[in-house]
């Protein structure tokens, strides 16, 4: 029997990630792995693993998810087979796994990506229940920026909060790669977007290619800011660079000259058809976990 998962909680500047956080992702890690050991399909490993992750109050995934600017969670969730299959969410709030919502999208089949309110009514209809995502420290943290700028021209609080929070960027977005016994893979990516952002912002996340890709080559899921991981398509690059020839490093490097090009943070995991298992990030961190059956 053999199988595979690499699970990421997102990339940071900042060196020092929380032992906890390691905790989650590794325990996602072990639940994908455990999905798998029971027969379960690679798309099932990476729904069940990006689900506890969303559970988490420490990633800003589902429970937990940064809140935007005007104090509401609004959710971006992407997950793809390697038959180019694919499921999205784009600003989906009142639910607590928004990747679930995009199995169910990807399984159904007929619309594969739903957006705003019209993804949390699909969400009800399809028996996910409405969940509140909001939690105290993550609304504490609002109020205390939010409060710094009341009476202010909207662009002038846009520029100042981006220009702080620019320099800490601690994501805390999370995916999950997995290849199973059948050695079909699958690739999923959660996030809250970033801090602060303006209401109805869309990250790379469910942007199928660029936070999110799979196809029979590869496996990809980013982090990183959004903004940039769109411009340098980073998902589909690093795939489709091994589709046409390169090798795992030479696909890798031309992943992050991309990010360079676009003056970017990113980071990414991997696994190809091959079984191997990779990870790239140009900042300081990225959380990551691997759980193997070879
Ligand atoms: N890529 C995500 C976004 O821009 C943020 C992250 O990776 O944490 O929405």
Redesign the pocket.
């Known amino acids: 029997m053999s199988y595979r998962i690499i699970c990421h909680g ?2 940071s500047r900042v060196r020092e990630t929380s032992k906890e956080k390691q905790e989650v992702v590794q325990f996602a890690s072990d639940i994908g792995a455990r999905v798998m050991k029971e027969g379960g399909s690679a798309v099932d490993a990476v729904v069940e693993a990006i689900s506890s992750m969303e559970n988490s109050p420490l990633c ?1 995934a589902g429970t937990g998810s940064f809140l935007q600017m005007d104090g509401q969670v609004r959710m ?1 969730a992407c997950l793809m087979d390697q038959d180019l299959r694919v499921g999205a969410v784009i600003q989906i709030s009142d639910v607590k796994n928004p990747i679930r919502v995009a199995r169910t999208l990807l399984k159904q089949g007929a619309n594969s990506i739903l957006a705003g309110e019209h993804a949390t009514q699909f969400a009800r209809i399809t028996g996910h229940s409405s969940w509140d995502p909001r939690t105290e420290n993550r609304v504490t943290f609002w109020m205390s920026q939010w409060q710094k700028f009341q009476n202010t021209d909207p662009a002038k609080i846009l520029r100042q909060v981006r220009a702080e929070l620019a320099d800490e960027l601690q ?3 999370v995916g999950a790669v997995a290849q199973d016994e059948s050695g079909k893979l699958a690739a999923g990516t959660s ?1 809250g ?2 801090k602060l952002v303006m209401p109805g912002r869309v ?3 469910p942007l199928v290619g660029c ?1 999110t890709y799979c196809n029979q080559v590869a496996g990809v899921s ?6 940039k ?1 769109i411009r340098a398509v980073l998902a589909k690059t690093v795939c489709g660079a091994l589709e046409f020839g390169m090798n795992l490093d030479q696909a890798l490097d031309l992943g992050m000259e991309r990010m360079e090009q676009v003056r970017g943070w990113a980071g990414l995991i991997m696994i190809t058809q091959d079984g191997q298992i990779s990870s790239r990030h140009n900042t300081q961190a990225m959380v990551t976990a691997v759980r193997e059956e070879a």
């Open positions: 997102g990339a800003n971006d994501l805390g977005t996030t977007g970033l990250g790379d996340v936070g980013c982090t990183g800011t959004g903004e991981i």
